[in-house]
């Protein structure tokens, strides 16, 4: 079932954007076509799958144009995809929007026992390379309950686009995505060729076996004004490592502003990408960490997270590995039981300045700085913490001054962590 507070208020607010868009896109195109005339029955028991992809064909071979999903239930089977990966109910093409009455009406929901062991399956996919395309106001059900022993698989998407290609200005705007197998919504390139212009706003996502938002390779990136709550995994994921081992990162250029995640194992989960901005979210009850900054073999860089709020969880933000830098400023960091920064493995190049900590207890520490448990040992050389200037924070509320800095590792260079404000 799609449901869920403030539906019907961000219903109305998508609505308006994706109405006025979609009228712009038709132009020249002729009117909107309306899955019903293409044999959809909206009934939520007909397998409405090739009705729905007979209006998508219709309308890129136009050159593209809307495909409108009326008010009703749209029941989907998947198929063998036709790249042979996998299965798939749906082919978006390039130059089509997807747009449906509102989220809370319009809905394609998967059908029963429709996933096997270690499928990799998806409700809207793409062929290859998809360019000018947009999914708005739809309600997508990927029916978690009704996939028996497959329910918590992390294979798949509910929305899936650029296997094997990329996405070239691609809009995800003012969906309702509910119970997803793998993840809700998935947009990838690859490390030689990398999606551009990439737009996913006022989504509401709930209830993923995975992840909620995923976008790996790319240049050029908005997701702004989700909410995205109870994911399995990591709220919203950037990834940008070369498979090919090369310390330069394949994805840059992201605004993450404005969104608000509830209950996922890692808030925002930053991973080998560059130039990002993470601004004014809101991160309540991560279970791992509100932010997570991760190095594979590229350096993470140029990475800012100013004016966020994270409540609760065990660590408000976590940095893993070498970076290029990473500035952590005026954020508000409260509740969290293991530490506010936590770092671990080899770390370099972090500032943290103006932050507010409220620790969860007096003997939780401010900053804590953890090697690994190979540091040192069976060959592996020495970690170390370089390059680290964290200064002029605050403390709210009583705190042994003992354990602001908690530092676990055997070698530091350049590391300066004083000026904490609050009460002793």
Known sequence: MMHGPGFTRRAMIAGTVATTTACAFAQGTGPARDVRQFGAHGNGIADDRDAIQRAIDDAHAAGGGVVAFPEGTYRVTHRVSPDSDGMAAIILRSGVTLLGASPERAIIRLADAQLGPGSFARIVSSMGNIERAAIRNLGLDGNRAGQGGERDAVNGAIIHLGWKGRCIDVTIEGNALRGANGQAIQLVGSANNVSRNLRITRNDVRDCAYIGIQVAQFEGLLIDNNIVSDTADNG?????????????????????????????????????????????????????????VNRIHGEPRDILIQNNSVQGGKRGVAVGGDTGGVVIRNNDLRGFTVAGLAFGYNVSKVTATANRFTPAAADTPIVLATPTADSGRNGQPLEQLSGILIRNNSILGRHDATRRFVNGYQRSIDVTVDGFGGPE
């Open 236 to 292: 919203i994921d950037l990834y940008g490592d070369n498979p090919n081992g090369s310390p330069v990162s394949t994805s840059g250029g992201a605004e993450i502003r404005g969104n608000r995640l509830t209950r996922c194992s890692i808030g925002i989960f930053l991973e080998t990408v560059a130039r990002i901005r993470v601004v004014g979210n809101q991160i309540v009850d991560a279970g791992v960490a509100g932010f997570r």
